[in-house]
């Protein structure tokens, strides 16, 4: 298991999770270029 959860642990979770989405604007795989 882990012995310390620290903030780059935190974000990289909420990465994997779909909370934050680090995609760059003009990338297909962000938000607001994606129809649905």
């Given at each position: ?25 003009t990338c297909f795989r962000h938000t607001s270029n994606r129809e649905?």
């Open positions: 298991g882990f012995s310390f959860i620290g903030p780059t642990t935190c974000y990289a979770m909420m990465q994997s999770a779909g909370m934050v989405d680090d995609h760059h604007v649905a």
